[in-house]
């Protein structure tokens, strides 16, 4: 059974830091790309970046460019979100989601982590 | 960047058909996907490339795509389909980014 599960979401004030994980099982993981998604409190959903299934390729929305790096550990089943110099309005729940074998939709989904960017 | 718009709420009698659209340049070129989140829970993808469905899903659930539109059947709704409804697809670049729609209350009565 495929299963991702985030963690390390929580509270952090604004310009902070905060490192999310992805435990991914039940896949040979090493072969998906993956995506990171958010969705703000009552909002819809947001694409937020996305790397290849060996980590050379790698994209952004416009929104967190520049403040958030996004890698992997094939080794680990990993994958990971690292949030730099935080706003309010990064405040969400952030899913990780595997790519589908053809690309361009996300077949599996965590169940998030929610991220509160606040003083 | 791509934007998808959909409408933000469509009602549907149980048993009857409902059509959920997405309109968006990108859609003339890349399939969209669809996706079923109900309160507090992660987003289900219940339709994807041409007009499929994962392993699952039921058969009551349909997409099709025309010009910069894409659609989202479901024919005989059910309470349990009451969920927002979101589309997604490739930006027009045809790489990631990636675009979500606005999404679609379904509300059924």
């Known amino acids: 059974e495929v299963q991702l599960v985030e963690s390390g979401g929580g509270l952090v004030q604004p310009g902070g830091s905060l490192r999310l994980s992805c435990a991914a099982s039940?896949?040979?993981?090493?072969?998906?790309?993956m995506n990171w998604v958010r969705q703000a409190p009552g909002k819809g959903l947001e694409w937020v970046s996305y790397?290849?299934?060996?980590?050379?390729?790698?994209y952004y929305a416009d929104s967190v460019k520049g403040r958030f790096t996004i890698s992997r550990d094939n080794a680990k089943n990993s994958l990971y979100l690292q949030m730099n110099s935080l706003r309010a309005e990064d405040t969400a729940v952030y899913y990780c989601?595997?790519?589908?074998?053809?690309?361009?939709?996300?077949?599996?989904w965590g169940q998030g982590t929610l991220v509160t960017v606040s003083s | 960047s791509s934007e998808l718009t959909q409408d933000p709420a469509v009602s549907v009698a149980l048993g009857q058909t409902v059509r959920i659209t997405c309109q968006g340049d990108?859609?003339?070129?890349?399939?969209a996907s669809w996706y079923q989140q109900k309160p507090g829970q992660a987003p289900v993808l219940v339709i994807y490339?041409?007009?499929n469905r994962p392993s699952g899903i039921p058969d009551r659930f349909s997409g099709s795509s025309s010009g910069n539109t894409a659609s989202l059947t479901i024919t005989g709704a059910q309470a349990e389909d009451e969920a927002d409804y979101y589309c997604?697809?490739?930006?027009?670049?045809?790489?990631?980014?990636?675009?979500f729609g606005t999404g679609t209350k379904v509300t059924v009565l």
């Open positions: 989601a595997r790519e589908g074998g053809k690309g361009g939709y996300f077949d599996y």
């Open positions: 039940g896949f040979t993981f090493s072969s998906y790309e």
């Open positions: 790397i290849s299934s060996s980590g050379s390729t790698i």
């Open positions: 990108s859609l003339r070129s890349y399939y």
């Open positions: 490339g041409k007009n």
């Open positions: 997604n697809s490739r930006d027009s670049s045809g790489n990631p980014p990636y675009v």
